[in-house]
């Protein structure tokens, strides 16, 4: 099998909007209601990196597409379409038939067309650029958080981080912990329900404590967080009653979690939110006048996750 066999049998899937070109010409064409902005993102997977070595392939998939859907879900987008650009260390049938199902299921989940990519040779790797709409002027940005807005934060955090500390310990992690690490769910609902309510908002990629100050600094605002306020699974609770490690909830990592800062009058319809998308919401602390970020209970420094 060459490389266009290769894409044909496995990345050549029927689009779904049907006013787009997708796999098979030198680029995918794809039209634009008027009014919307395309909200676009990009980011590549590296094994040994962001996964560890013995991932499945169905995993691999799924975080690639997952963590750039949770890109879209903090502007408020919705995902519209996708690129794959694969390196792959050599043709593997088994291996190319389970990632593409995996990640078949999440585009269909979530609607996303994949409409062209690049396939090469070399270590593993996956890159995804995902491109959604948003109405023209209303995405949630991260410089829109004002002094007396509320800061909010989805589900709890955590739980992946404490999934990689156990795997690197040779622990196996709970079945609840696994799935945050290997297979987040991108808050695409939650993001899209928020246009209009949150001012400002981001997803929490890289732990809170870094993700929540790129919010104070473009939106010139100080935070204030209380500690005894981040939400933690019981799994997570426990881990820091024990350890006093309070970093890894708040440096950690991988939760994709969206935090937001919500204006006073907005508080209400927040409330709907979270009862009609049955999700957790957690007032966690405040934006503030006073510049920078402080963390009300912490004494100690957490390091955030750094590329270089
Ligand atoms: P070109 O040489 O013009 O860049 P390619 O031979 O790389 O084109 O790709 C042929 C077609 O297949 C293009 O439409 C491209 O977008 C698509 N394609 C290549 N690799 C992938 C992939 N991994 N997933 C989806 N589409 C792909
Ligand atoms: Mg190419």
Known sequence: ??????????????????????????????????DYQLAT??????????FPQNTSAADIAYKSLSVNLSDLAAMGATPKYFTLALTLPEFDELWLEEFSTSLKLLADQYKVDLLGGDTTKGKLSVTI?????????????RSSAKVGDTIFISNTLGDAALAWNQLQ?????????????????????????????????????????????????RSEVGVTINLADIPLSREVANYV?????????????????????VPKENIDALKVIETELNI????IGLATEQQGLKIEGLDKICQSYQHF
């Open 1 to 34: 099998m060459n490389e266009f066999d290769l894409i044909e049998k496995y990345f050549n899937w029927n689009a779904q909007d049907l006013n787009s070109l997708g796999v098979g010409d030198d680029c995918a064409l794809v039209s634009i209601k008027p």
């Open 241 to 261: 009653q024990e350890t006093n490690d309070w970093c890894l909830p708040l440096a950690g990592g991988d939760d994709y979690e969206l935090c937001f800062s």
């Open 280 to 283: 957790k919401l957690t007032k």
């Open 169 to 217: 310990q040779g622990v196996e992690p709970s079945q609840g912990l696994l799935e945050q690490f290997n297979t987040p769910k991108p808050q695409v609902a939650l993001g899209q329900a928020l246009l209009g309510v949150a001012n400002a908002c981001i997803d929490v990629s890289d732990g809170l404590k870094q993700d929540v100050s790129h919010i104070l600094e």
């Open 129 to 141: 650029n995902v491109t959604g709409t948003v109405p023209k002027g209303q995405a949630l940005l």
């Open 41 to 50: 993102s990009v980011d590549t997977l590296i094994e040994g990196v962001h």
